[in-house]
Structure formats: structure tokens, C-alpha cells
């Protein structure tokens, strides 16, 4: 179950999806994400530099891998004062 489903299940739209995107607990998930789109840009470069269209490196392996954009209820989602 991915994080947005497991939101529709309990009702609170937005919570888990800004932990991971903002929040101590999507550290790794952060980091993996930074090291994912650095990798991109150094195959692109690498390609451009050996006269290679990188486009056409993204066709070969089946295209470019796409990042899920922000959820629509992350933005609008504020942590709760405890009390």
C-alpha cells in the first residue's frame, strides 16, 4: 500500500506523504531522492559530453524514470499543535 492510499484509509490526507517529503522521518527518503536525481544529471552530462542525446539513453533503458510530484493535501497540510 503506498503512503497516499494508506492516507485515504485513516483520514488524515497529507500527513505521512509530508513526514517523508519535509519531515525527520523521510531523512533517508530524502537522501535517496538527491542521490537518484544526481545520478540523472551525471548520465546526462556524460552524454551530451560523448556527443550522445541523452533522450535517446532514457529511450534505450525504457525512458526517463518519472518522480511523483507533491500530493495535492501535502501543501495544505499543517502538523497539529499537541494538547
Known amino acids: 500500500?503506498?503512503?497516499?492510499?494508506?492516507?485515504?484509509?485513516?483520514?488524515?490526507?497529507?500527513?505521512h506523504e509530508y513526514d517523508l517529503r519535509h519531515g525527520v522521518s523521510g531523512t533517508?527518503?530524502?537522501?535517496?531522492?538527491?542521490?537518484a536525481l544526481t545520478m540523472l544529471a551525471t548520465v546526462e552530462t556524460?552524454?551530451?559530453?560523448?556527443?550522445?542525446?541523452?533522450?535517446?539513453?532514457?529511450?534505450?533503458?525504457?525512458?526517463?524514470?518519472?518522480?511523483?510530484?507533491?500530493g495535492a493535501h501535502v501543501a495544505d497540510w499543517r502538523p497539529r499543535p499537541h494538547g
Open 1 to 15: 500500500m503506498d503512503v497516499r492510499k494508506a492516507e485515504e484509509v485513516g483520514g488524515d490526507h497529507g500527513r
Open 28 to 35: 533517508t527518503h530524502r537522501h535517496h531522492l538527491h542521490q
Open 46 to 70: 556524460l552524454a551530451q559530453h560523448n556527443a550522445v542525446d541523452p533522450e535517446a539513453v532514457y529511450v534505450s533503458l525504457g525512458g526517463k524514470p518519472a518522480l511523483l510530484a507533491e
